[in-house]
């Protein structure tokens, strides 16, 4: 049954009640809040949810479909005319360096984007039967509010899975699941509480979660990063009164290194011995494709300072908008309290289909078969990258592609759309323009099943222009 129309009647109005009924439609046509073939409810349902005469409402209905406003018949019903709407309210707009500017900035489609899984690597139809079960079961379940941390038996598994593939021992009680790594980092914020103190933030690094912490009025400062990861004694030296770190210490984003064991063990130091926060962002932490992946910061932690925060973004599917954080125990009952009053779990049926995915062995198969085939993507990649330029170097699940200095690699990348090609560009990563590097970061994960060099001489064509020609050289700094 179509929702009840949000339709409030003045009776001391001079106006005829049919004639109000018929503005409020009208304009909610007009407005866009009644989309073309959106249904209305019978005049007879109207007028018991209005209080009116039932010729009163179907007045107003038969001047609606004079106007062709609205159309009845016996299988539809009554639903909005498709034709035009008179007046198409706009979106607001997007302002430039917004959250949702980045947002749209890092979203772009097309061959190289990064941050998505393989299309082609997702069993959408062995999924689509578990979330079959799972909506019906919810469905056809008692009604009641479920657990706002999230449903026992996903905690359960993952709590299970993070022991054998992260190394992290915890129970359910300390696993909150949230809506992706953004409504966990959010929670995060909300319970730690450093409203007016210091970040370390890495430098490069994403730059959504810089503007997370600026809008939870915490100050970012930016520590650099190397090839062992974000430079802690940096940190000390620059901000040594910051009460929290937020890292990729798995792989680096985006350049892609593990955090150096030294440097895990001098992040750790520092956060036991200053009662600082660390926040982990798993970020491809299980798609290490050569050897074993880097220890989870979490499983070293024996202070309890250490938030680990994973999703299913990367291995599944950002359309989850699934997530979870992992508390340290003495921040558990604080993490389930603000869960429930601020930031409840999705709903249940992705989450126990996701569940009956781990339990059933198909999440783990499924990391198996698209780590190897994201090894062919890279090595096409590169092999096709390489034929034009020295200045390619695997980062993660990217391959970066280094452009010589105080080229506009934001240009580029808005250029090569238009091709269907769809890198990131690396300056933005970058907490101050004066630091920036250039370059282009190219997903490994949606590199085209056919025509990897054709896309890659395309990405060229527009760095060197139309006249572009292999060499193996493309920056002034290349190697020899």
């Not at 000390?236 to 890292?247: K, T």
């Not at 359309?319 to 508390?327: D, E, H, I, S, Y």
């Amino acid at each position: 049954m179509p929702s009840p129309l949000p339709i409030a009647l003045d009776r001391s109005a001079r106006t005829p009640l049919s004639e109000q009924i018929r503005k409020a439609i009208a304009a909610a046509i007009d407005n866009g809040v009644l989309v073309p073939g959106a249904r209305l409810p019978s005049w007879i349902d109207l007028a018991a949810q209005l209080g009116v005469a039932r010729g009163t409402v179907r007045a107003a209905y038969d001047k609606l479909q004079d106007a062709e406003r609205i159309v009845s018949s016996r299988a539809n019903g009554t639903t909005v005319a498709a034709r035009a709407r008179k007046v198409v309210k706009p979106d607001t707009p997007v302002i430039p360096g917004s959250a949702v500017k980045m947002f749209r900035d890092l979203s772009g489609q097309g061959s190289f984007r990064m941050g998505v899984p393989a299309q082609d690597c997702i069993p959408a139809k062995l999924l689509a039967r578990i979330r079959a079960r799972a909506v019906r079961a919810e469905l056809s379940a008692v009604t009641r509010y479920t657990d706002p941390r999230g449903e026992e038996e996903l905690r359960r598994e993952i709590a299970a899975h993070l022991a054998i593939a992260r190394g992290i021992e915890c129970s359910p009680s300390q696993i909150v699941i949230a809506s992706g790594f953004t409504g966990g980092f959010g929670l995060a914020l909300h319970v730690l509480g450093l409203e007016g103190r210091r970040v370390w933030t890495e430098d490069p690094g994403f730059p959504m979660t810089r503007r997370g912490l600026e809008l939870a009025r915490l100050e970012p400062v930016p520590i650099p990063v190397d090839a062992g990861g974000i430079d802690v004694e940096h940190g000390l030296r620059h901000a040594p009164d910051a009460a929290l770190a937020v890292v990729t210490p798995g792989q680096q984003a985006p350049l892609g290194p593990p955090l150096s064991p030294e440097r895990r063990r001098l992040l750790l130091d520092w956060a036991a011995q200053s009662g600082g926060w660390i926040i982990e962002d798993d970020y491809l932490g299980e798609l290490q494709l050569d050897g074993r992946a880097a220890p989870a910061l979490a499983s070293l932690d024996r202070a309890g300072r250490v938030i680990h925060i994973g999703s299913f973004s990367k291995t599944i599917s950002p359309t989850l908008r699934l997530g979870f954080l992992v508390a340290p125990e003495p921040l558990a009952a604080r993490f389930a309290d603000m869960a429930t009053c601020l930031a409840p779990a999705p709903g249940p049926s992705v989450q126990l289909s996701i569940a009956e995915f781990m339990r059933e062995g198909h999440y783990i198969r499924h990391l198996r078969r698209t780590k190897r085939a994201y090894c062919d993507s890279r090595d096409a990649l590169t092999a096709a990258l390489r034929s034009w330029s020295n200045d390619v170097q695997v980062a993660g699940l990217a391959v970066l592609l280094t452009l010589p200095d105080k080229t506009d690699d934001v240009e580029i990348a808005r250029q090569v759309l238009a091709h269907g090609l769809a890198p990131a560009p690396l300056s933005p990563w970058y907490a101050s323009p004066k630091r920036a590097q250039p370059g282009l970061l190219l997903g490994i994960a949606t590199v085209p099943d056919r025509g990897v060099a054709a896309a890659c001489k395309r990405l060229f064509e527009v760095i060197r222009g139309p006249a572009a020609q292999p060499t193996r050289r493309l920056a002034k700094r290349a190697n020899p």
